[in-house]
């Protein structure tokens, strides 16, 4: 079918055409003016999504945001925040709402239910695309009504909100609550272990006491050097005297000064006595009385020496206690200071205890602090920007638009059935008709003619005369009849 097939075929069905365009639109003008009016209100909210929390400080990170925008707008059209709505205007105790609840479910169910589903069916979200706003539109027949509902499922969401937000505070708070006790009684416990093993010790500062016992031990650790080698020392001069050698060789012998001032002594008397004897005889009393120095010092040398030789055994024997007394109290002192380690690990273990017990009392101070003040916030982070009003203009039915679409509609319609009645009485309406169905060769085109009606009073007695004859091919399969 070409185009002139396609404005022929119009041209002779367009009574049938124009009348189904006609009562498309006559149809479409009447239900729109029939319908009900519909108010449209609209709340807009804005998401603050990338503000710190006043609390906590956490920062909503920018690839979270759409899904955050989407997260919202679920929450919106969710059931739970439709029942606050309910709650919030008392819809589910007038007797209107209750009756429409019984007439169509026959009471059966929850009335509060019914409404929120209701409800849900007219709001319309829709987040924006390029900011953090959400515009929430309400459709009903009543414009207060549906602003009301638009301003109520506003306020519902911004309370769902800010309640998902405070609960989760609110539960953390209490449990860090609980922990804060238990975690006082094991502080209070570990301070009193620690008080009480300070006391059974009778520990006042325990550094202290160890660097005194400490030094202590060190000055004893020199003392028994010390005295390990003066023991020695005598040891061995002891041992050299009584080898035979002689004592007064001995360097104690020749340190002593009244051994030396008696060998002086002697040697002076002994010098005298060789004087005296030159000039005088033996029996001489001077003589004789040189002699009875002499032998007197001579008795006090050997004395001495004699006194000498002993002390050098005393003093080996002094020396010797005096070692193994050290070395006893070296060993005690040891003791004691292993035991004031022992002593110190304990006390450092209990100190530990307390302060990790008070290390983990102060972290979860701190957290039910901020858990409970994060409860008992009351800001979020949604705000109205614009409240519905009650709209003056109806969204619904839109008559200009509902009448372009009808025209367009009818349009199309009645071409669609122009040309399904053409399909069912196919007729000959071109040239091309004759060639496409009779498959015979056309010989000539006589042009249509308009005809020429004869007078009223000549067509009298059904006499018509026309001035040119017209005809019309019926196409059919067997050929031209």
Same mark, same amino acid.
């Given at each position: 079918?070409?185009?002139?097939?396609?404005?022929? @075929?119009?041209?002779? +069905?367009?009574?049938?055409?124009?009348? @189904?365009?006609?009562?498309?639109? =006559?149809?479409?003008?009447?239900?729109?003016?029939?319908?009900?009016?519909?108010?449209?209100?609209? *709340?807009?909210?804005?998401?603050?999504?990338?503000?710190?929390?006043?609390?906590?400080?956490?920062?909503?990170?920018?690839?979270?945001?759409?899904?955050?925008?989407?997260?919202?707008?679920?929450?919106?059209? &969710?059931?739970?925040?439709? =029942?606050?709505? @309910?709650?919030?205007?008392?819809?589910?105790?007038?007797?209107?709402?209750?009756?429409?609840?019984?007439?169509?479910?026959?009471?059966?169910?929850?009335? +509060?239910?019914?409404?929120?589903?209701?409800?849900?069916?007219?709001?319309?979200?829709?987040?924006? +695309?390029?900011?953090?706003?959400?515009?929430?539109?309400?459709?009903?027949?009543?414009?207060?009504?549906?602003?009301?509902? *638009? %301003?109520?499922?506003?306020?519902?969401?911004?309370?769902?909100?800010?309640?998902?937000?405070?609960?989760?505070?609110?539960?953390?708070?209490?449990?860090? %609550?609980?922990?804060?006790?238990?975690?006082?009684?094991?502080?209070?416990?570990?301070?009193?272990?620690?008080?009480?093993?300070?006391?059974?010790?009778?520990?006042?500062?325990?550094?202290?006491?160890?660097d005194v016992e400490n030094t202590r031990l060190a000055e004893l650790s020199s003392q028994l050097v010390g005295a390990q080698s003066q023991s020695l020392d005598k040891s061995s001069r002891q041992q050299q005297a009584s080898r035979g050698k002689s004592l007064e060789e001995s360097p104690d012998i020749l340190s002593n000064p009244l051994i030396q001032n008696l060998k002086a002594e002697l040697t002076r008397a002994?010098?005298?006595?060789?004087?005296?004897?030159?000039?005088?005889? &033996?029996?001489?009393?001077?003589?004789? &009385?040189?002699?009875?120095? *002499?032998?007197s010092l001579r008795s006090k040398l050997e004395r001495e020496l004699k006194t000498a030789g002993s002390s050098l055994g005393s003093a080996a024997n002094i020396s010797q206690r005096l070692e193994s007394d050290l070395r006893a109290s070296l060993a005690t002192q040891k003791n004691k200071v292993l035991l004031i380690n022992q002593q110190r690990d304990e006390l450092l273990r209990l100190q530990r205890d307390v302060e990790n017990s008070q290390k983990v009392l102060d972290m979860a101070m701190q957290r039910y602090s901020q858990s409970n003040m994060a409860g008992q916030s009351n800001q979020t982070e949604v705000a109205i920007l614009n409240p519905a009003t009650a709209p003056t203009d109806p969204s619904k039915p839109k008559v200009f638009l509902n009448m372009l679409i009808s025209i367009f509609m009818g349009t199309m319609l009645?071409?669609?059935? *122009?040309?399904?009645?053409?399909?069912?009485d196919r007729r000959v309406r071109t040239p091309e008709d004759i060639l496409n169905w009779a498959e015979i060769p056309l010989l000539g085109v006589i042009p249509p003619t308009k005809l020429v009606r004869q007078p009223w009073f000549k067509r009298i007695g059904g006499n018509r005369k026309n001035t040119t004859k017209s005809f019309d091919y019926k196409v059919s399969k067997a050929g031209i009849k």
């Open positions: 079918m070409n185009f002139n097939q396609f404005i022929a @075929i119009l041209l002779a +069905r367009k009574k049938i055409a124009l009348f @189904i365009l006609v009562t498309t639109v =006559l149809t479409t003008l009447a239900v729109s003016l029939i319908l009900p009016k519909t108010y449209k209100a609209t *709340a807009t909210l804005i998401l603050n999504y990338t503000g710190a929390d006043p609390v906590s400080g956490a920062v909503v990170p920018a690839q979270l945001v759409p899904g955050y925008m989407a997260t919202q707008v679920d929450i919106i059209n &969710s059931h739970n925040v439709a =029942l606050n709505v @309910i709650d919030t205007l008392g819809l589910d105790k007038q007797a209107e709402a209750i009756a429409m609840f019984n007439k169509a479910t026959k009471g059966e169910g929850n009335v +509060r239910d019914w409404l929120a589903d209701l409800l849900l069916k007219n709001l319309d979200v829709k987040p924006s +695309r390029e900011s953090s706003v959400i515009n929430l539109d309400y459709e009903n027949a009543n414009p207060k009504f549906a602003a009301d509902l *638009a %301003n109520a499922f506003a306020d519902a969401y911004i309370q769902t909100n800010l309640k998902f937000k405070v609960d989760p505070s609110k539960q953390t708070a209490e449990w860090f %609550n609980n922990q804060v006790k238990t975690l006082r009684d094991d502080l209070a416990k570990a301070q009193t272990k620690l008080s009480a093993y300070q006391r059974e010790k009778g520990i006042v500062s325990i550094e202290e006491h160890f002994e010098s005298k006595i060789a004087d005296l004897g030159q000039r005088l005889s &033996s029996n001489h009393p001077q003589y004789q &009385s040189a002699m009875a120095e *002499a032998q009645a071409v669609g059935i *122009a040309l399904l009645a053409e399909m069912l």
